[in-house]
């Protein structure tokens, strides 16, 4: 039987590997971009490697693109003693060990044609449980693509439900309701992005299928991502357009300060402050 130490080793490699080829297409998209519309150089990731006082640690990626006005691809490895905090909002008992380990990303590109974009898939061990979690969701900044019916959405959906299906047929319409409750502003009565997937203390007690089902999760938002970007390269955009992604952008940061669940789990845990808040917009507008 395979053991616990040899399932996080899998586990870790995976997320290393998948940010590996993620951050290779991302950078191939800077390259590709039109310079009429982005001129400049094309953007490249930087790696900054960090330690964890209590224990792991991770490396923080990001660009500041042509194409991608801010991005972060980030691996973490954490792990330690589960603290009362972190106990409130994980399962595992005050002084068990644990180890967490995953990938998460979040792109804000230039073009308010061009989506922003979520993804994160994890493996956490408490005490005795282990299980995975993740998903992505598609944030079209514009009101008329922001339908389930717009082709983007239609693309991203059948990517997700295509990595569900592989697996379960019952999973994608469960992820796909988790993530639309999940991704919702209810202060404002309004759903952050289209939706995606969201899965969290996934163990259908068959770990091998599990693991298998996380992986084409990255593998299908790697391939339907780009696909989805490069659709959009040559569309321009007008001064209207930029200042309604602006206006959007502040709706993603009172999620992330609000609700996302990622956000509080890493400062709980004593993760790098400038990798979980990453995912803040670089330029934001309130109306």
């Not at 964890?52 to 990626?61: D, E, H, I, L, N």
């Not at 019952?170 to 202060?187: N, S, T």
């Not at 339907?224 to 930029?242: A, G, K, M, N, S």
Request: aromatic share 10%; proline share 7%; with cysteine.
């Amino acid at each position: 039987m395979t053991s616990l130490e040899d399932k996080q080793r899998a586990a870790k490699a995976w997320f290393d590997s998948l940010r590996d080829r993620i951050v290779a297409a991302l950078e191939q998209l800077e390259e590709e971009a039109p310079p009429e519309l982005f001129p400049g150089k094309p953007g490249q990731f930087e790696l900054t490697p960090w330690d964890r006082a209590a224990g792991g640690g991770g490396v923080m990626g990001m660009i500041h693109g042509r194409l991608f006005e801010k991005g972060g691809v980030h691996v973490s490895q954490v792990h330690g003693p589960v603290t009362a905090q972190m106990a409130q909002v994980m399962p595992g008992k005050e002084g068990e060990s644990f180890v967490a380990m995953g990938i998460s990303l979040i792109l804000h590109p230039v073009s308010p044609r061009v989506p922003a974009v979520h993804m994160n898939t994890r493996f956490i061990c408490a005490g005795e449980d282990s299980w995975f979690g993740g998903g992505a969701d598609l944030t079209p900044v514009l009101d008329t693509q922001r339908s389930e019916a717009a082709p983007d959405a239609v693309v991203f959906h059948a990517a997700m439900q295509k990595a569900c299906d592989a697996h379960h047929p019952d999973w994608h319409a469960k992820y796909k309701q988790w993530c639309d409750e999940y991704f919702f502003l209810a202060h404002r009565n309004e759903p952050r992005g289209i939706g995606g997937i969201f899965y969290d203390r996934h163990n259908s007690g068959d770990h091998d299928r599990d693991f298998a089902f996380t992986r084409d999760v990255g593998d299908a938002f790697l391939d339907v991502y780009p696909r989805i970007v490069r659709h959009r390269l040559d569309e321009p955009w007008t001064d209207e357009d930029r200042q309604e992604q602006l206006v959007r952008r502040g709706r993603y940061v009172e999620f992330n300060l609000l609700y996302d669940r990622g956000t509080m789990f890493g400062l709980k845990t004593g993760g790098n402050i400038d990798s979980i808040l990453s995912s803040m917009p670089p330029v934001v507008k309130w109306p």
